[in-house]
């Protein structure tokens, strides 16, 4: 079973609208941690946001937030206000036993969204 | 913080040539990670590298592949004899827990022809 799933091959918006990409996700542990990256086409993976299991309220990193629905295991990235540089990649990873001392913590992606801002 | 800086950005070579990719981390993070990812597909995990040491690696990192922090701040995979397939961007990461995030090298995107 994908332990992350992007239903959403390609998304549009446009210019300095909202845009929500979708993210589910897989586990039975119940401390784990959840990224979106963003992978413009010059190819670097580049850290939007980051949230934990246990973390109370949803995390916001300027125009990005995440709504984490926990229960419902999702984790859906907003970019607020919408520029043409938000064009790009978007991958949804997770990251398994956060708290457990260990000496890996690999991540497990998701097949990715690629979102066009329409101008 | 500092980038992690990969080399080289790109590298075309023939099937069954050796290849070394390499990775420049911060040298007081003691874990380091490659992945793999092949055009247009989702980003694999290949291995993880902890206090020096192969912690976890995945069915992709065959014996084809190896893994070495030679000077304790470089650190390379080398592929032994490539295949077609193993075309692909490939990035070193390494795990920033004090931010929650993790901080991937600019990558290298391996052709073999």
């Known amino acids: 079973a994908q332990k992350i799933t992007q239903t959403q091959p390609g998304m549009f918006v446009q210019e300095k609208e909202a845009v929500t990409l979708d993210c589910t996700y897989d586990?039975?542990?119940?401390?784990?941690?959840l990224f979106w990256y963003k992978q413009p086409s010059s190819g670097e993976m580049i850290f939007l946001i980051y949230?934990?299991?246990?973390?109370?309220q949803n995390a916001t990193e300027g125009r990005y937030s995440l709504n984490f629905q926990k229960a419902r295991k999702s984790a859906n990235l907003v970019i607020s206000a919408s520029q043409l540089g938000d064009s790009a990649m978007y991958f949804c990873?997770?990251?398994?036993?956060?708290?457990?001392?260990?000496?890996?913590?690999?991540?497990?992606f998701g097949k990715g969204t690629l979102l066009t801002v329409n101008p | 913080e500092p980038e992690v800086t990969q080399t080289p950005s790109h590298q075309v070579t023939q099937m069954g040539q050796e290849v070394i990719l390499r990775c420049v981390p911060i040298?007081?993070?003691?874990?380091f990670y490659w992945y793999r990812q092949i055009l247009g597909q989702k980003v694999e995990f290949l291995v993880s590298?902890?206090?020096?040491?192969?912690?976890?690696k995945s069915e992709i990192f065959d014996d084809q592949f190896s893994v070495e922090r030679p000077d304790g701040s470089n650190f390379t995979l080398k592929i032994r004899s490539t295949k077609l397939e193993d075309s692909a961007m490939y990035f070193c990461a390494r795990d920033s827990r004090s931010n929650y995030g993790y901080t991937f090298g600019s990558g290298t995107r391996l052709t073999v022809v």
């Open positions: 949230q934990g299991s246990y973390d109370q």
């Open positions: 586990t039975s542990d119940p401390s784990y941690g």
């Open positions: 990873a997770m990251r398994e036993a956060e708290n457990s001392g260990g000496s890996n913590y690999k991540l497990t």
């Open positions: 590298f902890y206090n020096n040491e192969i912690s976890e």
């Open positions: 040298s007081n993070h003691l874990y």
